[in-house]
């Protein structure tokens, strides 16, 4: 079956940084755009982040635009998420998703999500 593990949340203080990685099975990785939800604390998921399947597009949402950079690797099955100058508002638990369409409506693959605090 499909799954898509998250790891490297923790807690940081603001400006300071984390990498985000998943690890992916299950599916052929190279085919499926991935992407990065984050869901604030009392909020709705929102996306910050997604690649293409080649890696050739790539979106961000304006809040993490210049400070969030989203890659993978195709030949290991992971994507990541390199979080720099992390703000407080930036806390939340982060989704890797998958699917086989950039940026559809809806995702069809999560993972069980990752914490990551900004606090001081």
């Known amino acids: 079956q499909v799954q898509l593990v998250e790891s490297g949340g923790g807690l940081v203080q603001p400006g300071g940084s984390l990498r985000l990685s998943c690890a992916v099975s299950g599916l052929p990785f190279s085919d499926y755009a991935m992407g990065w939800f984050r869901q604030n604390p009392g909020k709705e998921r929102h996306l910050v982040a997604a690649i293409s399947g080649s890696g050739a597009l790539t979106y961000y949402a304006d809040s993490v635009k210049g400070r969030f950079t989203i890659s993978r690797d195709n030949a290991k099955n992971m994507v990541y998420l390199q979080m720099n100058s992390l703000k407080i508002d930036d806390t939340g638990v982060y989704f890797c998703?998958?699917?086989?369409?950039?940026?559809?409506?809806?995702?069809?693959?999560w993972g069980q999500g990752t914490q990551v605090t900004v606090s001081s």
């Open positions: 998703v998958s699917d086989v369409i950039f940026r559809p409506r809806e995702y069809t693959y």
